[in-house]
Structures are given as C-alpha cells and as structure tokens.
C-alpha cells in the first residue's frame, strides 16, 4: 500500500505541472521573453551597426560574449557530471536530479553556442565554418567539439526520457493538450516497458554515459585551447585545459542546486529532492572547489613567481591595479566564502547551499571576465590599449541569453516530466526492498553471522 | 514478441548510425577543405611555413638610427600618414586615425630622451595569426606576405588574439572610407573597398610590387629609414641607396621583434640609439 500511494504521488506530483501552472509561472515567463525580446532587438541593432555598437575595439577585441560563451559552456557540465559520472558510478541518489542535470546541458550547450554568433563580425558568414574549416584551427575544435557534445547530451537527455515519455502518452490521455499527446506517442516509440525493452534501454544509457564524459571533458578542453593556443599572457598556458574542465564542473554543480532548489519549490517536489540530495551535491561542490583553488593557485604561483616581463604587467593589474576588484571578488566571494559555507555546519542546509552556489556561479562569470579581458589590456608592445566597458547592447544580449536559458527550461519543464519517473520510483523500490529485508532478516536471527549481515550492509551503503 | 525486439534493435541501430552521421558531420568540412586544397591551392590551408622554393621573400628594414618619428619635422609620422591615404584606411566619425598599419611607437631610451619604433605587420614566415583562421581567409601568399581575403572573413578576430605584435585591425562598423574607395576593385592584395565586420591588417603593399613600386610608407619616410627587398634576391632599398640585404643585416646587428617566440617575422630592425641590442624590454614605463 505504501509503495503505491508514493508511486502515485510521484506521478502526480511531477506530471502536475504538465498541466497546470499556476498564475506566477505564467507572469515570469512573460517577463523572461520580455527579456529575451530586449535581447533580439539589441542583436539587430548590432546587425544594423556591426560590432562597433559594442565597446570592443582593435586592442580589447573580445568581451563579455566570450566570457558567456565560456560561462554556459562551462556551466553545461552539469549534466555530463551528475547524469553520466553517478550513473557510471552506481551512484542511486542521482535519479531525482539526472532529467535537470542534462536538461541543463542542452540548453546551456545551446545558449553558450549562440554566443559565437553574436561574437562574430559577419554573421551572415557563419556557414563558411562547413564550407572552408580548417582542422588547424581552435575555433574548428570548439565547432567540432560542441555540436558533438550538444548531439550525445540531446540523445543522453531522450533516452531515460522514453519511459516517462510512455508514461505520459498513457496517463495524460484526455487530460493534456492533443499537441503535447501527439508528442509524447511520437517520441515514446511504442515504449511498453516489456524486459527486451528495458534491457535494451539500459544498454543504451550505459553505453552514452560512458561515451558522453570523454566528449565533455573535450569540451572544455578545447574551449580553453582557444586561448591558450595564442602567445598572450594569462593565456599562453598549458595547464589551461584542465583547469578550465574542473571550473566547468565545478560551475556545473552549482547550477544544478540552484536549478534544483527552484524547481523543488515552485513545483513541491520536496519530497523527493530531500536535503540529503543538496548535502551529497554540497560535497561534490566543496571537492570541485577546493580542486578549483589548488589550480589557480597552480596557475598564478608559477607565473607570479617569475614575474616574466608580460605576466608581470597582468598579475599587476590583478592583483593590485584595475582589475584587482574583479579577481578579488572572483577570490573571497566566489571560491572561499562558497567553501565555508558548504563546510561550516550552521550554513550547510538547502538555503545555505543556493546561496553558496549562486556566489560561485557569479564568482565563475567573473573568472571568466577575468581570464578574457585583463590579457587583452596588457600591450604586446608600447602602446595605449584604452579600457573596455561593455556597452547597453552587450548587457541586453547577455541579459536576453540569461533569460532565455530560463525561459527554455520552463518550457521544457511544461512539456516533459522535470524529474525521471521511472528512474525514481525504481530506486524507491530498492530502498523499500533493502529496508524490508532488513526488518525480516534481524529478529529472525538474533545474533546473525557478520558474513550474514555484511552482504547486507554493503548493499544498503550503496 | 520477435518482430517487436526487431523494431526495437532496428530503432536502437538507427540511433546509433544517427549519432555516428553526427560525430562524423562536423568532419566534412575538413575533408572537403582537403579534396579542395588538391583540385587548386588557394588560400585556405595554407599554413605560412616556407616552402622550399620560394618566388619571393620581400622584408623590411627599418633604421631606427633615422627614424625621429618626424619629430624634426614637427610634423605627424608620414610612413603612417603615407599609409593611411596610400590605402584609403578607413577612419573615425571624425576623420581620426584608428587604424595605423604601421605605427611609429616612442619609447623612452637608458640614457634619458627618446627613440621611436616604427611598427607594421611584421608579414611573420611561421605567421600564428594564418594559423588560427577557422576558414582560411588569412593566408601566406607565394611572395611571403601574410594576406586576408575579406569576402572570406567571418569577423572571428582569432587572428587579432593570436598576433604577438598586436598589428591586425577591425573594421567595427560600416567603414568610413573616402568616396573613390568604392569604384576600387576588390583584391586582398588591395582590399578597397573596405568590408565591415572584417579584419584588416599591413599587406606589405603587395599590390605595388609587381608594379615595381616601392611600399607607400617606404615611399613617404622622409628620413628614408624604410628598406624594402627581396630575401631571395639578396637585395634592398630605401629608395636612395641600393644594399646587398644579407650583409647589410649583418654588419649592422639587425635584430626582429619577439624572436624568442619563433615567429620568424620578415621585418628586421636595425639598432644604434643605445637601445637594448636584442630581446627588447618592451614592458611598459609607468606613466
């Protein structure tokens, strides 16, 4: 009887919003696409005038497009980290959190992508990329690396969406719209749930999850080839592929209880993102941080120790010159602050958590900022480079991307189930089935063996 | 049950070939890029390393002994003023210089009082800036000067980023370039009219050289600090005297700027003002 009334609210708790939302909702989305709409405008003003209605000029020639463009990539990790590192691992408190993880992926795949765009000078040339790529290029890497990693997140995102999706076309049958029905019966491929099914589903998830975590890591990595591959200081660094894949990682989590947190509330999943889900996130969070803070200093150490000539100049400007409130703020609020707070007991709740992580992910856009602009203010040879201060078109491009990464969650969120159904109630019935067994098993025996018990206990410390 | 399993092996293999067409996709460029390269070498691909024979290897030399930026003159430095009008360089709203090709930078000498380096693309044989391209619009052409072909240019401004010496340009907005600019014919060798959103640079004016003309900047130094030859030919001038380019480099201890990164710029500077000999210290003077 118990598992079936929580397998009921389970359905009912996450198809709800499928359909029905309440008032709110709609008014934020409403406010998100008011913001996107300020975002399309600011683009085509930027059409009309070309970059030069952004306040990049010849020697700071990139800015805060690059830095969103690394921000979203970097944020997109969560997905590969939660849905495919716990799967590979076995890890069973994932299940509630994988279907945001990835859904996060994809949108900030596509998002982080669009910013290219809005980068380039002659848009309207994007296709030459196809036509004229050469594989000698960084910025071929990144399109190479980027459309394969935003295909593998979409199938690794359908995938353990298939049941669900099954269920849906059932369940909802007369109660959703015919365009979310028809939907639902197209992508469901006919999912009965039969064994050969299931099994041949699982295959397919374990196969992606292993796939999917090489090209993540790629990613990244190639991302921060884009720099590193140049002769400039702060960037011409090898240690930058991987300190850019763990600050990816490490932004990833962060979005993932953030986004988490929001969904918990306004769609009452409490019961089943229970603090234990955002304290297990919270460690993973203080590991990926106390990693982040060994690479930079990795990173600044080696360069400050030598002080070559250009490196001088750019960890002068961070240190103590014109950048130094944004690598400070970057420093205290965004690494060391977020760490305490994950550690220290009286801040480690949900509350503590989403402020910890809203902290790193604004800490992280800065790092990003930090990385792209103050190298580019270091001259290269004697000469004035200016100061680069983004103008109103920047700001609503990037206010657009933020909003509309927001907006195609909540549609994502009206359409498919927000947390895997099947994944969750199968976990719920392991942890049943453990605590059954356990019940049985103790007053049968009352002094059982340790061999008895060991199995057991192992079991349940999975 | 059989025909069932079937549908679902079949749909599973389906997704599979799906996924591998897409990994697989992005590649078609590059192999196209490459059936491309052998049908007509053209610019894209070309990667700057010299080749064994070359037809031509035109260098500067720039004497910073004669060079006083125009300062005894008073007036501003011509090599660029000669520049800017020998190409029609676009400029600001107001008409003031934003892009100097080649750039009369002032740095402050040991001893007290000035010296001034005269900057253009250093037209790099191992050229980081042709590397980078995603789409081969900048590329080495035979005679080693580093081109772009702006209708090709996606506006990326990879190239700005990998350029040690700071010396590319871009066109922000919609250039503002003088009135007979438009009746120019395209070429990269003379990129007028100028396209917005591309990324413009010194072209070592090559489309003087095979007219037998000198570089308009070489033409317009006053102080004739400016040589202009051919590598290949041994051979330079600064439009008054004629050198013998490999000794001339020789005996006057001609260094490059940023040697140590193995760029391997074609523009060589000849020293004499009690500057540092090599490797200059270009880290900035606090103002």
Same mark, same amino acid.
């Given at each position: 009887?118990?598992?079936?009334?929580?397998?009921?609210?389970?359905?009912?708790?996450?198809?709800?919003?499928?359909?029905?939302?309440?008032?709110?909702?709609?008014?934020?989305?409403?406010?998100?696409?008011?913001?996107?709409?300020?975002?399309?405008?600011?683009?085509?003003?930027?059409?009309?005038?070309?970059?030069?209605?952004?306040?990049?000029?010849?020697?700071?020639?990139?800015?805060?497009?690059?830095?969103?463009?690394?921000?979203?990539?970097?944020?997109?990790?969560?997905?590969?980290?939660?849905?495919? $590192?716990?799967?590979?691992?076995?890890?069973?408190?994932?299940? !509630?959190?994988?279907?945001?993880?990835?859904?996060?992926?994809?949108?900030? %795949?596509?998002?982080?992508?669009?910013?290219?765009?809005?980068?380039?000078?002659?848009?309207?040339?994007?296709?030459?990329?196809?036509?004229?790529?050469?594989?000698?290029?960084?910025?071929?890497?990144?399109?190479?690396?980027?459309?394969?990693?935003?295909?593998?997140?979409?199938?690794?995102?359908?995938?353990?969406?298939?049941?669900?999706?099954?269920?849906?076309?059932?369940?909802?049958?007369?109660?959703?719209?015919?365009?979310?029905?028809?939907?639902?019966?197209?992508?469901?491929?006919?999912?009965?749930?039969?064994?050969?099914?299931?099994?041949?589903?699982?295959?397919?998830?374990?196969?992606?999850?292993?796939?999917? $975590? !090489?090209?993540?890591?790629?990613?990244?990595?190639?991302?921060?080839?884009?720099?590193?591959?140049?002769?400039?200081?702060?960037?011409?660094?090898?240690?930058?592929? !991987?300190?850019?894949?763990?600050?990816?990682?490490?932004?990833?989590?962060?979005?993932?209880? %953030?986004?988490?947190?929001?969904?918990?509330?306004?769609?009452?999943? +409490?019961?089943?993102?229970?603090?234990?889900?955002?304290?297990?996130?919270?460690?993973?969070?203080?590991?990926?941080?106390?990693?982040?803070?060994?690479?930079?200093?990795?990173?600044?150490?080696?360069?400050?120790?030598?002080?070559?000539?250009?490196?001088?100049?750019?960890?002068?400007?961070?240190?103590?010159?014109?950048?130094?409130?944004?690598?400070?703020?970057?420093?205290?609020?965004?690494?060391?602050?977020?760490?305490?707070?994950?550690?220290?007991?009286?801040?480690?709740?949900?509350?503590?958590?989403?402020?910890?992580?809203?902290?790193?992910?604004?800490?992280?856009?800065?790092?990003?900022?930090?990385?792209?602009?103050?190298?580019?203010?270091?001259?290269?040879?004697?000469?004035?480079?200016?100061?680069?201060?983004?103008?109103?078109?920047?700001?609503?491009?990037?206010?657009?991307?933020?909003?509309?990464?927001?907006?195609?969650?909540?549609?994502?969120?009206?359409?498919?189930?927000?947390?895997?159904?099947? +994944?969750?109630?199968?976990?719920?019935?392991?942890?049943?089935?453990?605590?059954?067994?356990?019940?049985?098993?103790?007053?049968?025996?009352?002094? !059982?063996?340790?061999?008895?018990?060991?199995?057991?206990?192992?079991?349940?410390?999975? | 049950?059989?025909?069932?399993?079937?549908?679902?092996?079949?749909?599973?293999?389906?997704?599979?070939?799906?996924?591998? /067409?897409?990994?697989?996709?992005?590649?078609?460029?590059?192999?196209?890029?490459?059936?491309?390269?052998?049908?007509?070498?053209?610019?894209?691909?070309?990667?700057?390393?010299?080749?064994?024979?070359?037809?031509?290897?035109?260098?500067?030399?720039?004497?910073?002994?004669?060079?006083?930026?125009?300062?005894?003159?008073?007036?501003?430095?011509? *090599?660029?003023?000669?520049?800017?009008?020998?190409?029609?360089?676009?400029?600001?709203?107001?008409?003031?210089?934003?892009?100097?090709?080649?750039?009369?930078?002032?740095?402050?000498?040991?001893?007290?009082?000035?010296?001034?380096?005269?900057?253009?693309?250093?037209?790099?044989?191992?050229?980081?800036?042709?590397?980078?391209?995603?789409?081969?619009?900048?590329? /080495?052409?035979?005679?080693?000067?580093?081109?772009?072909?702006?209708?090709? *240019?996606?506006? *990326?401004?990879?190239?700005?980023?990998?350029?040690?010496?700071?010396?590319?340009?871009?066109?922000?907005?919609?250039?503002?370039?003088?009135?007979?600019?438009?009746?120019?014919?395209?070429?990269?060798?003379?990129?007028?009219?100028?396209?917005?959103?591309?990324?413009?640079? =010194?072209?070592? =004016?090559?489309?003087?050289?095979?007219?037998?003309?000198?570089?308009?900047?070489?033409?317009? =130094?006053?102080?004739?600090?400016?040589?202009?030859?051919?590598?290949?030919?041994?051979?330079?001038?600064?439009?008054?005297?004629?050198?013998?380019?490999?000794?001339?480099?020789?005996?006057?201890?001609?260094?490059?700027?940023?040697?140590?990164?193995?760029?391997?710029?074609?523009?060589?500077?000849?020293?004499?003002?009690?500057?540092?000999?090599?490797?200059?210290?270009?880290?900035? /003077?606090?103002?």
């Amino acid at each position: 009887m118990m598992k079936m009334s929580s397998k009921n609210s389970l359905e009912s708790t996450v198809l709800q919003p499928i359909l029905k939302v309440g008032k709110g909702y709609t008014i934020l989305a409403l406010f998100l696409l008011s913001v996107v709409l300020l975002g399309v405008f600011a683009f085509l003003t930027q059409l009309s005038q070309g970059l030069a209605a952004t306040a990049m000029r010849d020697k700071i020639f990139w800015g805060i497009y690059i830095v969103n463009f690394v921000f979203f990539i970097g944020i997109s990790h969560a997905g590969t980290l939660i849905s495919a $590192i716990l799967r590979v691992t076995n890890a069973g408190w994932r299940t !509630p959190i994988t279907r945001m993880a990835e859904m996060i992926t994809v949108v900030a %795949i596509m998002v982080g992508a669009t910013q290219i765009l809005f980068d380039q000078g002659r848009p309207d040339r994007i296709f030459n990329l196809f036509l004229y790529g050469r594989y000698q290029s960084p910025l071929v890497w990144d399109l190479l690396s980027i459309s394969t990693y935003l295909v593998g997140s979409c199938m690794y995102l359908y995938l353990p969406l298939i049941p669900d999706l099954a269920l849906c076309r059932d369940r909802l049958a007369g109660q959703a719209s015919r365009f979310k029905l028809a939907i639902y019966r197209v992508l469901a491929v006919g999912w009965t749930g039969a064994p050969e099914q299931k099994k041949l589903l699982e295959r397919a998830i374990s196969v992606m999850a292993i796939i999917i $975590i !090489p090209i993540a890591i790629s990613v990244h990595t190639v991302v921060s080839w884009v720099f590193s591959m140049t002769l400039r200081p702060g960037w011409n660094s090898t240690l930058f592929g !991987p300190y850019f894949v763990i600050g990816a990682i490490f932004s990833g989590i962060a979005s993932i209880i %953030i986004v988490m947190a929001i969904f918990r509330k306004i769609f009452h999943l +409490e019961q089943f993102l229970e603090e234990k889900h955002f304290l297990k996130l919270g460690t993973l969070l203080a590991v990926t941080n106390l990693a982040y803070i060994y690479f930079t200093l990795a990173e600044y150490l080696t360069m400050g120790y030598k002080l070559a000539g250009e490196d001088k100049e750019l960890l002068t400007m961070l240190f103590a010159g014109s950048q130094a409130p944004a690598f400070w703020a970057f420093l205290v609020l965004g690494l060391f602050v977020p760490l305490f707070m994950v550690v220290n007991k009286k801040t480690r709740n949900i509350p503590g958590l989403v402020v910890a992580s809203a902290l790193v992910n604004v800490g992280m856009w800065i790092k990003r900022f930090v990385i792209v602009v103050p190298t580019l203010q270091v001259p290269l040879l004697p000469f004035d480079v200016g100061i680069y201060r983004p103008t109103w078109v920047e700001w609503s491009l990037t206010a657009g991307s933020f909003a509309g990464f927001a907006l195609l969650f909540m549609l994502f969120a009206r359409i498919f189930p927000i947390m895997s159904i099947w +994944e969750v109630r199968e976990e719920l019935e392991t942890e049943k089935e453990k605590e059954t067994e356990k019940v049985i098993e103790v007053p049968a025996q009352p002094q !059982p063996k340790w061999t008895e018990v060991f199995p057991a206990k192992r079991e349940e410390a999975r | 049950m059989v025909p069932k399993s079937i549908g679902r092996r079949q749909f599973l293999k389906l997704m599979g070939i799906g996924g591998a /067409t897409a990994l697989l996709a992005p590649a078609v460029p590059a192999i196209m890029e490459k059936l491309d390269r052998n049908k007509a070498p053209g610019p894209s691909g070309s990667t700057g390393k010299s080749s064994a024979k070359k037809l031509r290897q035109w260098v500067m030399v720039i004497d910073l002994k004669k060079c006083d930026g125009c300062s005894t003159l008073g007036d501003i430095p011509q *090599c660029t003023k000669a520049c800017i009008e020998g190409h029609m360089i676009p400029t600001g709203p107001n008409g003031e210089w934003v892009q100097k090709w080649i750039e009369v930078l002032k740095e402050e000498l040991p001893g007290g009082g000035n010296y001034f380096l005269p900057v253009p693309c250093q037209q790099c044989e191992n050229a980081p800036c042709v590397n980078v391209c995603p789409v081969g619009a900048s590329y /080495t052409n035979e005679e080693g000067i580093v081109l772009i072909d702006h209708r090709r *240019c996606i506006g *990326c401004r990879l190239c700005m980023a990998a350029c040690p010496y700071s010396r590319r340009f871009f066109n922000w907005g919609e250039p503002n370039q003088p009135a007979q600019a438009k009746f120019a014919r395209y070429s990269p060798e003379f990129p007028v009219p100028y396209i917005k959103g591309t990324v413009v640079k =010194c072209i070592f =004016c090559a489309h003087n050289t095979h007219n037998g003309k000198l570089p308009v900047c070489v033409q317009g =130094c006053p102080m004739n600090a400016i040589y202009f030859g051919d590598l290949e030919e041994d051979v330079a001038t600064n439009k008054v005297e004629i050198v013998e380019l490999s000794k001339f480099l020789a005996k006057n201890n001609a260094y490059r700027l940023k040697e140590e990164l193995g760029t391997q710029p074609r523009v060589y500077y000849l020293p004499g003002h009690g500057e540092e000999f090599r490797g200059h210290n270009f880290e900035r /003077t606090k103002a």
